[in-house]
C-alpha cells in the first residue's frame, strides 16, 4: 500500500497503469476518497523488490509524460 498526497485521479490512473505493464505486478489499484490521501495498492510476484519495482514504472510514467510534454511544445511553435 502506498499513500500518495495531494494528487488526482489522473495521476494516480496512470500510475497504476504503468504499475500494470511493470515486470512483477500481479495486481495495482487506486482508491482515492475526499477524507483521505490517495492509496495505491499494489500486489507483487515473490523474488520481486517493491522499490525497483516502483522506480521502473515511475521511469516509464516520467518518459511518458516527457514525451507528451515535447509533442506539445512543438505544436506551440
Same mark, same amino acid.
Given at each position: 500500500? !502506498?499513500?500518495?498526497?495531494?494528487? *488526482?485521479?489522473?495521476?494516480? +490512473? ?5 504499475? !500494470? ?16 490521501? *490517495? ?7 515473490? +523474488? ?5 519495482? !516502483?522506480?521502473? *514504472?515511475?521511469? *516509464? ?17
Amino acid at each position: 500500500e !502506498l499513500t500518495i498526497e495531494g494528487q *488526482s485521479h489522473g495521476f494516480c +490512473n496512470l500510475l497504476v497503469k504503468h504499475l !500494470l505493464h511493470t515486470e512483477g505486478v500481479i495486481s495495482a489499484a487506486y482508491k482515492s476518497t475526499e477524507l483521505e490521501p *490517495s492509496k495505491v495498492f499494489i500486489q507483487i510476484r515473490d +523474488n520481486f523488490d517493491i522499490k525497483t519495482i !516502483l522506480q521502473k *514504472s515511475i521511469g *516509464s510514467f516520467r518518459e511518458e509524460v516527457t514525451s507528451a510534454q515535447k509533442l506539445f511544445e512543438q505544436l506551440l511553435r
